[in-house]
């Protein structure tokens, strides 16, 4: 039937992405020679260590306002807290949450800020979110680099004010005295939350351990997501999402109840950025938060999300797919060119290629899928 | 209330766009409970006072308006909407506002849902109240049975037919308990007359319950029937204040124009047969509202073949179907080819263009000129307006063709603009819609598809754009396949009129043949001879 040749073509069309990660995927996981047990390990860890940050993504989407670049703001509040609790020695569950709570007004501020922004820029949200975060990268390295460190180093000239946020720990700071460090080890929250309640599961011969905390945070999350979308806010956003002006006359606040997206959304992100260190265990002061950024929005998007719809199983389809071609694929470069050292220009190279391709692919989808409503709509003559 | 004061007065209202006057002094008033008509040519500034009413934001950003408008006799000056939807006024839009990816309740409710209260309100606000959908439901089927109609409340904005976008629209301003005058800017243009007729029913209920309201309509009879109070606008000026039962829709008309509006002129001569160039075998069309079971017709080159019928019965998916733009099956052949259906791009690439009955605000560039969107699509598809140099090498844009063009239609179908350069978003209802059927005259295809073109066109305009399409109909011999729920309108243009019923085609008449046969074709009953529809030559 024509009609069933449509549908598939339209399902084949609307998951291209996912479907080609998967096949890549299918190629590169026999050539890495990875055992399956490790495989399955490497997920589960990489799910819970990455889940929140790209489930902060969602809310935005469907506010209509695009992939939030501006996520890294959230990032780079979640490791001013993680700073800070790391010098305070204030180590486990309880370092954790206080390094939240440090985190969320400053997550908060800034999720106001960037709201206010995108709302002069409609349209231009993503492109906007995406040179904020510069601008407010060069804030935040201001802050790391003079405004933290040992008291008295630096004061105010003829006032003798000490400029600084104090830190103590001389291991957090450049030896010059103010400034933090590039690498923090984060000991004291390595695993905190993971650990606080793990489980282990024989896989074959390998075991495999789930941190059943950390997912229990996310499952929970997931179900705040489901109710939100039901709340009189959550409806509002979907309408704003699809039409601002149809939306605004019938009176709901656009411009604001775009901020409360987008500050939602950094909040959250500040908080995945904490549970995603905690499992890594050190942090890069001056990059990790750009990371977050770029490889949160990459792998949403092999997860089969478009700029303006996305669900929850598009960030768990999506950042496992990303996942392993990650883990996967250095390995699969040195078995095909035979060089460890072009293995890893492999790695990198697959690793920003994704990202290229996704959004390419996802260019190329959104204009098929203006030519299908297009037609749909209007009489073309 | 206040006793004896209007609900609405309005005083002295004028209004300029960047020195082009559309207002001025419009003065009358509005009691409770009372139905005001609105009528005037296409750009005589009826959709403009409605928006100075409820205080579009379009107004006050063009430069305001001058007068005064008075409710319940205290002067307002509503800077949004939602201020004039707070004071009691709704308005329906001559432009959908749906949201398409909404349901039916979700449209009629939006921004005032029903809500049930969670813990975390107290930490959050009332914004975090979860949404009641039971609730939700019953309250949007009350407001849609207060129409006097029945649409599922499930269907999303996007799948339904025009008509039920409309009513859905109405239901929204009946759910607002608070409305006290309700603006309708063409409600009954997208309806078959059926359901203008349960909508006007519906309007007179909602009246007797003390809701004023402004109607808007080029449906002259409506007006009559429905209103009150009739107050004829030309060229942004009152030029006539009348009751219904001291008129009729001929003095009317010629308030509105300024000059006696001919009646609609005669029916066609009738022409010799000609092979035939559509052939359509057994179609079914999958469009929701107006599904197509089987029809099997053909149509001879250079005919002008008419498809009418009652609403709802198929008569609209039959071109929507043959463009590809819905579901549909059989077999359709085009001079003798049988085409791909399901893809608009092989129907259109088959000399063939459409202008669809759906084309409110999503036919055009808004944001473009009208000579850029007059020529856009024979320029993408046909290559024409461009001038070649080298061998094709390099092209331009031919720029005085394009307006030589625009020119000429704007003349043919009196398009009231202030020049070719005008945005589209600038013109009103009815002269966008003029461009839109400009648009498929210069495409030029062999067979065009149109329907319902003079929808939303006021009486003097209707005369002209059915000449235009007999003009292009002769000067070059396009066949057009002509869609609309006026059987009258059909019988001034075409040779044949096929007539819809029950998804299928139930005759196919000469236009000459008295409009009892067709009457009774609508209604289903095939006057003996079956099977007889298929080319045949009536005479
Ligand atoms: N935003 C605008 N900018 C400039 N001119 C405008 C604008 N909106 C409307 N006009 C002009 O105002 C005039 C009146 O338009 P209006 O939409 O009020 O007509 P109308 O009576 O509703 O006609 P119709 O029956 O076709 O809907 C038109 O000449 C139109 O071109
Ligand atoms: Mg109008």
New interface residues.
Partial sequence: M??MK?NIKHFLISNSVPIIFIALSAFAIPLSGFSYGYLVQEMLTRLARNSFLVLSLLIPIMAGMGLNFGMVLGAMAGQIGLILVTDWSVVGIPGLVLAAIISMPIAAVLGYVCGNVLNRAKGREMVTSYILGFFINGIYQFVVLYLIGIKGMLRIPFTGMDIRIPVTNPQLVLSRGYGIRNAINLTGLRHALDNAFQFNVPFGSAVIDIPVSTYALIAFFCVFIV?FR????G??M??IG??M???D????AVERTRIIAIVISTMLAAFGQIIFLQNIGTMNTYNSHDQTGMFSIAALLIGGATVSKASIANVFVGVTLFHLMFVVSPMAGKELIGQAQLGEYFRVFVSYGIIAVALVLHAWKRYQERERSR??????? | MANGEPLLRVESVGKEFFGNRVLADVDFSLGHGEILGLVGENGAGKSTLMNILFGMPVIASTGGYEGRILLDGKEVKFSSPFEAIDAGIGMVHQEFSLLPGFTVTENILLNRESTKYNPLVEVFGERIRTLDRQGMKKRAEAAISEIGFSIDTGTFAAEMPVGHKQFTEIAREIDRLNTKLLVLDEPTAVLAESEAEILIQSLRNLSSKGISMIFISHRLQEILDLCDKIVVLRDGRIVKETRPSDTDIFQIASHMVGRNVEASSASRPSRPDTEAILEVDKLWVDMPGETVRDATFSVQRGEIFGIGGLAGQGKLGIANGIMGLFMAGGSVSVKGLVIKLNDPAHSLSRDMAFVSEDRRGVGLLLEESIDWNIAFTAMQVQDKFVRKLLGGLVKWRDDAAMRAATQEYIKLLDIKCTSHKQRAVELSGGNQQKVCLAKAFVVGPDILFVSEPTRGIDVGAKKLVLDTLRKVNEERGTTIIMTSSELEELRSVCDRIAIVDNGRISGIRPAAAPATEFGLLMMGSEPAVAGSDVGGGDA
């Fill in positions: 024509i009609d449509d109710w039901r709340t009189k806010l409806q509002d979907r309408a699809q039409d002006a149809v939306a006359s019938s009176g709901i037609r749909g709509l209007r009489g073309e003559a």
